[in-house]
């Protein structure tokens, strides 16, 4: 008997209202809105981490991040090294492992094993030489290195292994959706798996003139802001969705997407395919190209907050999940492995220790108790690009707790009444507090979590003028970079649309 196939896609840095069918009313994405649509929409979906690489580990093993050992996205500066940074900030980040270990069994090859032809397109980033996808588990590898962000932009030439363009000003995106498309076209009296996983929409911010004449449109037909940035904690954040690049690319995506589902119907395959999406961590409101607001989160890739780790999560099966239905039951990205290899009819293998639970149960419209009153998890010792704090976070019901490694205080947020975590209710709620922090506790012992620890050379008032000139001369800047954006008379860098200096996380 053939077996489900499984497309799973993966945006990166795609935040969790960035999408229509998440609630934006700027962003277009009909073809990923058909996989919500059609399937189900998980209105508490999580990334394992608030940046990618730790998060796409913990999908291919099903762990949490301490466990496998990538806490931080491969490249960023470590210990002392960290310094070179300029950040003047009172710890140090600890080491993590730079690909994933030899020993983990990835879905993709137990999957494998079983008998699927597994495809990998796009983005790798948790494993340079000896740890690339088809070392773990894909027969095919278009295009993944180690490398976080698309070398020489979203335009051909481009320089991915495996991935030639067609021709000069080819889209990536759009061309990761016609080799998936093809690989299922080759596979298609096998059972296969195919894992799509967008560069795009990770800086560099670029588009067509098209499409950036397409939303500059929209936004000034929508109205414009007067201010589009807030000052929180480290960094500028953005609170307004009206930049027409990134737009453009959501819809390039979108579009790819669009390729591989249509090929799905062209084929009759589509009653017999399991298709995911989510995205890697929050979108990008602060640093990089402060590109989106995750509004009514509060911040965005990089931090701690539910902006940086709440993701929209889809899928659709019409065997087994009734279209339009929707889930409030938490669940994250280290839940796809025994999720994805119960759909297959597969086990977990006895030699490979996960943290996830399969949602199956969820999927089939039934109730999972142990899913509804688990504890969630995050361990980030790191600073984030984007103004994140070393933090760790326990998340059980509408309670979160966010852990603070710098001075060892606590907040605790209720996210059903204040989704916002606009107030810290610490105070009114010490006992509830303590309980969850002595779990987080245990937590981190249990998987050996690397912590940060003090800078003997911390200057305070370093750091203080470092902040200031974000809040003032940075934030200023960015604002009036953003309106131009939306100006008639814009133009791009020579590179191409929106071409922005690459930042490898």
Same mark, same amino acid.
């Given at each position: ?29 009909? /073809? ?11 209105? !508490? ?50 080491? #993590? ?54 070398? /020489? ?62 939303? !500059?449109? +929209? ?26 690049? #990134? ?33 890697? /961590? ?41 279209? $339009? ?33 399969? *949602? ?8 999972? +108790? ?6 969630? *998890? ?6 984030? /690009? ?50 969850? !922090? ?46 131009? #954006? ?11 649309? $929106? ?7």
């Amino acid at each position: 008997m053939k077996r489900p196939n499984i497309i799973f896609i993966l945006s990166d840095d795609l935040g969790w209202n960035d999408l229509s069918a998440g609630g934006s009313k700027f962003y277009e994405s009909p /073809n990923i809105d058909r996989v919500a649509n059609e399937g189900m929409l998980f209105t !508490r979906g999580y990334a394992a981490c608030q940046v990618c690489s730790p998060s796409r580990a913990s999908i291919f093993t099903g762990k949490y991040t301490p466990r496998h050992g990538i806490t931080n996205f491969i490249g960023a500066p470590s210990g002392e090294r960290w310094r070179r940074t300029g950040r003047f900030t009172k710890t140090l980040p600890p080491e #993590y492992r730079r690909a994933l270990k030899s020993d983990e069994i990835t879905f993709a090859e137990v999957l494998r094993r079983a008998g699927y032809k597994t495809h990998f397109a796009g983005k790798w980033h948790v494993g340079g030489k000896g740890a690339l996808p088809t070392d773990f588990g894909f027969d095919i590898n278009r295009g993944g290195t180690i490398h976080g962000s698309p070398r /020489n932009g979203y335009f051909s030439p481009w320089d991915l292994d495996n991935c030639e363009a067609d021709g000069p000003g080819e889209s990536l995106p759009i061309k990761l959706g016609r080799v998936t498309a093809q690989f299922i076209e080759d596979n298609k009296d096998e059972s296969f798996m195919a894992y799509m996983s967008f560069y795009s929409v990770h800086c560099p911010i670029q588009t067509t003139q098209e499409l950036w004449e397409k939303y !500059r449109r +929209k936004a000034i037909s929508q109205g414009l802001a007067d201010k589009r940035f807030k000052f929180d904690r480290r960094k500028p954040v953005r609170q307004v969705q009206d930049c027409p690049i #990134y737009a453009g690319m959501i819809e390039s995506m979108d579009d790819a997407v669009g390729i591989v589902l249509d090929k799905l119907d062209e084929l009759g395959l589509a009653e017999d395919t399991i298709v995911c999406y989510t995205s890697d /961590n929050g979108g990008v409101s602060s640093g990089d190209d402060y590109a989106s607001s995750m509004l009514p989160l509060r911040g965005g890739k990089g931090r701690q907050w539910e902006g940086g780790i709440r993701e929209p999560l889809y899928v659709r099966y019409p065997k087994a999940v009734k279209a $339009g239905s929707t889930c409030d039951v938490p669940v994250s990205g280290i839940d796809f492995y025994p999720t994805l290899l119960e759909l297959a009819g597969e086990s977990v293998p006895a030699e490979q220790v996960i943290d996830g639970r399969s *949602f199956v149960s969820l999927l089939k419209g039934g109730q999972d +108790k142990e899913l509804e009153e688990r504890d969630l *998890f995050w361990h980030y010792p790191h600073y984030g /690009n984007q103004g994140g704090d070393p933090s760790a976070i326990i998340r059980n019901g509408p309670w979160k707790l966010i852990h603070y490694y710098e001075d060892d205080h606590d907040e605790l947020y209720n996210t059903e009444t204040d989704i916002g975590e606009e107030t810290d209710v610490f105070g009114e709620n010490e006992a509830i507090a303590k309980e969850m !922090r002595a779990r987080l506790d245990k937590w981190l012992k249990d998987t050996d979590a690397k912590l940060p620890y003090p800078d003997p050379e911390y200057d305070p008032e370093k750091e203080q003028a470092f902040l200031a000139e974000q809040a003032t001369e940075v934030m200023a800047k960015l604002e009036i970079e953003h309106a131009q #954006y939306l100006d008639a008379e814009w133009q791009p860098s020579e590179e191409w649309w $929106g071409s922005r200096p690459i930042i490898d996380d």
